[in-house]
């Protein structure tokens, strides 16, 4: 049975690996175009935290980290001028190159063992659900202080 330490002791040494394959994937889909404003190492370093401290989050369930962790990610690319729909997709895409991975490593014998990675499934989309909706009001916060930068300089 995939138990949650082994399924996070997985994706933490496998982290990098995560990481460069989800950069690869951002670069390459037609629905990131705009990411190129992004650097590799920012995206890459954004994605290898969310992998190596997501397992933090099953075991504790800190919506406090995770709300401050996403709202920058969203500023950060608001500031960028990313749209929005593109740092939603690349979360998508953060999630789906997750599942991609457990399903190489995920050894399920018995019936009970599926009932147990169904409940880490759902604890997972969870996380990137809180993390897509922490984004947006991070990217939204954003988009407000700089337009009140704007309003003060031409004021």
């Not at 063992?113 to 990217?139: H, N, T």
Request: net charge negative.
């Amino acid at each position: 049975m995939m138990t949650l330490y082994r399924l996070v002791r997985l994706i933490e040494t496998h982290s990098n690996e995560l990481a460069s394959c989800l950069l690869n994937r951002v670069r390459s889909s037609e629905a990131t175009p705009d990411y190129y404003v992004v650097s590799d190492e920012d995206l890459k370093e954004r994605v290898y935290g969310i992998y190596r401290h997501l397992g933090d989050w099953l075991i504790t369930r800190d919506e406090v980290d995770l709300e401050q962790r996403y709202e920058k990610i969203g500023a950060r690319r608001a500031k960028q001028e990313v749209p929005f729909s593109q740092v939603a997709w690349a979360i998508v895409l953060t999630k789906d190159n997750l599942w991609e991975f457990l399903k190489l490593h995920s050894e399920m014998d018995r019936p009970v063992e599926v009932f147990g990675e169904l409940e880490m499934l759902q604890m997972l989309d969870m996380f990137f659900d809180r993390a897509i909706y922490f984004a947006a009001v991070g990217y939204e916060k954003a988009h407000a202080e700089m337009d009140a930068e704007t309003m003060r300089a031409t004021a």
